[in-house]
Each structure stands twice: as structure tokens, then as C-alpha cells.
């Protein structure tokens, strides 16, 4: 089965005056678990914020599920960038999970059964049903991730988007953060996007790169000219520094 | 201190007092957590234009002040979802030109208005049976409102762009916020004036919020707190012969202080 569930054709975005994405080109398949990386400023979050409808390309063409963002987005269960919370806000975290059922068909409505029995599951899937009454503040970096996680669960989504979703968990946590996506990748497609070329990893079966253009072979493979299109930088620390080694000799 | 509830003026300010205090405790818990203090300001003050306009036109000020903090409140909500960059420029800019148009208003009305200063810093004993019957329509308004709409305002005030994505209307949800501002404010302003609706309209809140976790709780014993604010206040200004809004005010402002020496 080759359905793409994604389908992103030569879009163009801009911000201000500014194009920050340009002939962005890319299909992602189900069940497919995508890493895109490029430096911070390069369009990352744009991209993701195009994909879900709140920012609209002046040119090319988006499809999720074969319909449009507006209304393909009820396919995405959506984990945002750490940054965007107020910590202190008075809100438990099944407050916050419930939250991910929430649509237009639930005015005037109080939370249906069927919603808190979702919610509840979702929660025992990422591992933090004990944590259901606490104040979202009071967790640590990865248990807040997870329980985001959850929140996007609960609208039963065919695509999980993460923006950045290492960014404040602690080095220990981050396996077990992969070995959870990595549980969750055998119904769900995943697509994360990160600043952080660490994140390629055993766990990630496909990357493609991000400043402003994308580059993307459909594989975990990166070129080394891609890499420094993107960062600019001297390469060979990233090769030989990662963990799994995914950068091919040139030539 | 007992014979003051002899006197009927006494008693309607003691009622108005509480009456202001449940849509303050209940609107306030929203204007600390999501941090709209500063808007909340904007549409408080501009509501002075309103207070204006009803002077010069011949009608009630409290409607003049409700109509118009509404249409401000809409204006500013606009300026902070379009033109995120410039919400504060145009939220201060507004904020003033209603202080402004209330008092040109006034000062062309051909009307004696002596009660100019008591819309300013509020006179809590002028407060009539018609203005009791209008706070006691706004407060339930109020109180409906939150409740039919409870779990969506808190997903807008914790996370705006998730519940775009889940395709709620935060744009509405978030006028809608504003526009009870408004109408808190309306219900505060024979209590302490426009200049001093922003005080209690946070100050409860943010000592409770301090202290609790869930919104809910916040917004009932922000009520509860505003209400002994109101009562001590109100005897404390006719012990000490002193003018009742800033008394309540400055009674407010101190609990915050120490209770920030108490804080988790």
C-alpha cells in the first residue's frame, strides 16, 4: 500500500514579506515515521503550521488525507512546541487531555462518557494515568510531553505532529519518549520536525532536511550536500558524532 | 458599625459591593490566567467615552458605558488577533481616546454632572435599586455564559493554537471573553470608578491563583475574596470617613502584598 497521507506539491509560504518556505515538495506514506531537520528560523514550524491549515501557501498545493488542510486536519492529532505554554496556568492534566476532544459538535455539551473513557485510555497509553490530577506545571519536561502526546490522541488521529518534541526532555527520557512513538508508529504516521540532528536515530525510519527549500530522498539517507545547504556548517562533526552513523561517503 | 445597615444607601452599596464581586471573581480568574490584564485595562478606561456619551445624549451613563465598552472591547480584541505586533500601541491608543471622549462629552453636556469623580473612583452609596436590578442582569449573564461555555474558554486560555486546530472558534471564544470584560466592567463601576475597575477586577484573583490549582476553585474563592474585600472595605471607609472604592482598593492591595510573602 503506497497512500500518501500527506501531499505537499511545490507550496510557497510567506510570512510578512518574507518567503520562508520555497517549492517545498513532499509525500509522506502511512505509517511512515519522519524526521525533519533544519536550523532554527528555517521554516520548520511553518511548515507544520501549513500543514494543519493556520498559515495558507500563496502558491502550490496541500492535501492531507486527500482533502484540504481546513478539513484534513481533523486527521492530525497535533503535539506543539514546549514554548508556547504558560506553566503556571491552573490547569490538571486531565483537564488538559480532555481538551484534545473538544470540536464544534461539543457546544452546550458537557464531556460525554465516551470522551472521558478516550481520555483515559489515551493517558494509560503514554503511562501517566497517575498523574491525572496534577497541575500541568508540576511536571517534569518529558511527563508534560507525553501527556501532550495524549491530548493529541484522544481526537483518534491518522498523523501525529510534533514540533520539537526533545526540546525539553532530559537526555535520559528521550529513549523512552522514542520507544513510545515508536509503539505508537504501528497505527499512526508520524511526522516530527527539530532543530536537533540528534534526533536521527535508530527509531526514525525516514529524514529530510529543511531551510527554507526541503530536501528529501524519501529515506533516511542524507546527502552531505544537502546538510550543508541547510546548516551551513562543517559536517563531519555530525557525521561522526551520531550515535548511528547515516551519512554516506560523498561521491 | 451596625447602625450604617440602618441606612438604606448603606445597605444597596453593601449589595452592589457583593454583587460586583461574583462577575469579578469569576472574570478575573480568566484575565490573570490567560494574562489579559492590559486589555482588560484598555476596556475599562474606554468605557469612560461611553459614560460621556450618555451625559451629552440625555441617557444613562451605565448604558452608555455598557454599549460603548462593548464596541471597545470588539475593537481591541480585532487589533490583538490581526495586528499581533501592534496590540499594545492600539490597545493604548483606544484606552485613551476614551478617557478623552467621556470627558469633552461631558464638559460640552449643557447637564450639571456632579458625579463626574464618582465614575471616575466610584461612590458605592449612590448606588440605586435600578442599578442593583442592572448588576444582578449582568451578573447572571455573566454566570450563564461561563458555564455554557466553561470548557471551551479554558481550552482557548491555555492553549489558542491546539484548539484552532481542533477547529473551535477561538476567534469568537476570545471576543466573547473580552465582551464580559466589558460587562464586568459595567457592574464594577459604581463600585470604584472606571479608574479603579482593573484593581478588582485582578487583585482577587491573583491572590487565589497563588494558591490553587484548578479555575474553578480560583474563580469561587476569588468571589468569596472579593466579597470580604467589599464588606471590610465598605465598613473600614465609613469608620475612617474615607472615600469607599480607593478604601476597598488599597485594602485589596495590601492582602496581595502580603500574600505574596505566603506564596508556595
Not at chain 1, 540528534?198 to 525516514?206: H, L, N, R, V
Not at chain 1, 533516511?220 to 546538510?227: C, G
Not at chain 2, 435600578?130 to 482557548?156: G, N, P, Q, T
Amino acid at each position: 500500500m503506497n497512500e500518501n497521507v500527506i501531499e505537499i506539491k511545490g507550496i510557497y509560504v510567506k510570512l510578512g514579506e518574507m518567503v520562508v518556505l520555497e517549492d517545498i515538495n513532499l509525500n509522506v506514506k502511512k505509517n511512515d515515521f519522519l524526521g525533519i531537520i533544519g536550523p532554527n528560523g528555517g521554516g520548520k514550524t511553518t511548515l507544520l503550521k501549513t500543514i494543519l491549515g493556520i498559515i495558507k501557501p500563496y502558491k502550490g498545493d496541500i492535501k492531507i488525507m486527500g482533502e484540504t488542510p481546513e478539513k484534513g486536519r481533523e486527521y492530525i492529532g497535533y503535539v506543539p512546541q514546549y514554548v508556547f505554554f504558560d506553566m503556571k496556568f491552573p490547569i490538571t492534566v486531565w483537564e488538559v487531555v480532555l481538551t484534545g476532544r473538544l470540536n464544534r459538535t461539543k457546544y452546550f455539551k458537557n464531556y460525554s462518557k465516551e470522551d472521558k473513557d478516550i481520555s483515559e485510555m489515551a493517558l494509560k497509553q503514554v503511562e501517566m494515568e497517575k498523574y491525572k490530577n496534577k497541575k500541568i506545571g508540576e511536571l517534569s519536561g518529558g511527563e508534560r510531553q507525553r501527556v501532550f502526546v495524549a491530548r493529541a490522541l484522544v481526537s483518534q488521529p491518522q498523523i501525529l505532529l510534533l514540533d520539537e518534541p526533545m526540546a525539553n526532555v532530559d537526555s535520559p527520557r528521550e529513549k523512552e519518549f522514542y520507544e513510545l512513538l515508536k509503539k505508537l508508529k504501528e497505527k499512526l504516521t508520524i511526522v516530527l520536525v527539530s532543530h536537533d540532528i540528534g534526533i536521527i536515530s535508530a527509531y526514525i525510519d525516514k529524514v529530510a532536511c529543511i531551510n527554507r527549500k526541503l530536501y528529501f530522498h524519501d529515506s533516511k539517507e542524507i546527502k552531505i550536500d544537502d546538510l550543508m545547504a541547510v546548516y551551513g556548517c562543517p559536517v563531519d562533526m555530525i557525521a561522526h558524532g551520531a550515535p548511528h552513523r547515516v551519512l554516506k561517503e560523498h561521491g | 458599625m451596625v447602625e450604617a445597615l440602618q441606612f438604606e444607601f448603606f445597605r444597596n452599596g453593601l449589595i452592589g459591593g457583593i454583587l460586583a464581586s461574583i462577575a469579578c471573581g469569576i472574570i478575573g480568574s480568566y484575565v490573570v490566567s490567560k494574562r489579559i490584564v492590559f486589555i482588560s485595562g484598555g476596556i475599562s478606561h474606554a468605557c469612560f467615552g461611553g459614560i460621556g456619551i450618555g451625559y451629552f445624549f440625555g441617557f444613562s451613563p451605565l448604558i452608555g458605558a455598557l454599549l460603548f465598552g462593548v464596541f471597545s472591547s470588539f475593537l481591541m480584541g480585532k487589533a490583538s488577533l490581526k495586528a499581533k505586533e501592534k496590540e499594545d500601541t492600539i490597545i493604548g491608543v483606544l484606552w485613551a481616546v476614551g478617557m478623552s471622549l467621556g470627558i469633552i462629552l461631558i464638559s460640552l453636556s449643557k447637564r450639571y454632572a456632579p458625579d463626574l469623580f464618582s465614575y471616575l473612583f466610584g461612590s458605592i452609596l449612590t448606588i440605586t435599586e435600578a442599578d442593583i436590578k442592572l448588576m444582578i442582569f449582568l451578573d447572571f449573564f455573566i454566570f450563564i455564559s461561563v458555564i455554557l461555555f466553561y470548557k471551551e474558554l479554558l481550552a482557548i486560555s491555555f492553549d489558542e493554537e491546539f484548539s484552532r486546530v481542533r477547529g473551535l472558534n477561538v476567534d469568537f471564544f476570545y471576543l466573547y471573553l473580552l465582551f464580559l470584560v466589558a460587562l464586568t466592567t459595567v457592574l464594577l463601576l459604581r463600585v470604584v470608578g472606571v479608574i479603579l475597575v482593573i484593581a478588582l477586577l485582578t487583585i482577587p484573583s491573583a491572590i487565589i491563583s497563588q494558591f490553587f490549582y484548578s479555575l474553578k476553585k480560583i474563580m469561587l474563592f476569588s468571589v468569596a475574596l472579593g466579597v470580604f474585600f467589599m464588606i471590610a472595605g465598605l465598613f473600614l471607609s465609613y469608620l475612617l470617613n474615607l472615600p469607599s472604592g480607593a478604601t476597598i482598593v488599597l485594602l485589596s492591595s495590601f492582602f496581595y502584598l502580603v500574600s505574596l510573602l505566603f506564596k508556595r
